[in-house]
T-cell receptor
Framework: NAGVTQTPKFRVLKTGQSMTLLCAQD?????MYWYRQDPGMGLRLIHY???????AKGEVPDGYNVSRLKKQNFLLGLESAAPSQTSVYFC???????????FGPGTRLTVT | AQSVAQPEDQVNVAEGNPLTVKCTYS??????LFWYVQYPNRGLQFLLK??????LVKGSYGFEAEFNKSQTSFHLKKPSALVSDSALYFC????????????FGTGTRLQVFP
């Protein structure tokens, strides 16, 4: 049981490049989330999904797209990276009910 | 709208002393409150949660939190700090109207000195 995994762990992009971050969970969780963490700002929600085939916008969705084609995977895409997207990205998942969210180890992205 | 506030950017405490990391909340409806810890270059780890019931909630690694409805607070506590407790601590509240997402405070860095 690996929990929540994220790939890649680190990435450096040039402005305008695109990339996809992959989040996978093996706990059969329904809900999945993408957050970004910036110094002094805590974690902010980018997009989330309440089930396979569904996605919804969070607090800071601009510049990102997501897809949830399979229940266990939640992909975060950057179509045209900008320096403002330099951040640490965390994926999380939760089953139904009032349990806690499980977090992945994070992806550190630098856009130059 | 749901929100939490962590008024201290950093808390310093000597090893063996009790520690408190503060959190206040603002919610409509019942508060579902959480504490998470983040060690350097790691993801967030769950410590404890308050859903309902006893106001004193016990969690992982000897931590506990006291829910105070009148003061709208959910402070994290530990009777005797360890150097290994040094980390970044986040308070969070669940928003049931937005996919059960967590709304996080800005974090408090705990530094325990030997």
């Amino acid at each position: 049981n690996a929990g929540v995994t994220q790939t890649p762990k680190f990435r450096v992009l040039k402005t305008g490049q695109s990339m996809t971050l992959l989040c996978a969970q093996d706990m059969n969780h329904e809900y999945m989330y993408w957050y970004r963490q910036d110094p002094g700002m805590g974690l902010r929600l980018i997009h989330y999904s309440v089930g396979e085939g569904t996605t919804a916008k969070g607090e800071v969705p601009d510049g990102y797209n997501v897809s949830r084609l399979k229940k266990q995977n939640f992909l975060l895409g950057l179509e045209s990276a900008a320096p403002s997207q330099t951040s640490v990205y965390f994926c999380a998942s939760i089953g139904e009910g009032l349990g806690e969210q499980y977090f992945g180890p994070g992806t550190r992205l630098t856009v130059t | 709208a749901q929100s939490v506030a962590q008024p201290e950017d950093q808390v310093n405490v000597a090893e063996g002393n009790p520690l408190t990391v503060k959190c206040t909340y603002s919610v409509s409806g019942n508060p579902y409150l959480f504490w998470y810890v983040q060690y350097p270059n790691r993801g967030l780890q769950f410590l404890l949660k308050y859903i309902t019931g006893d106001n004193l909630v016990k969690g992982s690694y000897g931590f506990e939190a006291e829910f105070n409805k009148s003061q709208t607070s959910f402070h994290l506590k530990k009777p005797s700090a360890l150097v290994s407790d040094s980390a970044l601590y986040f308070c969070a509240v669940r928003d049931p109207l937005l996919g059960d997402k967590l709304i996080f405070g800005t974090g408090t860095r705990l530094q325990v000195f030997p």
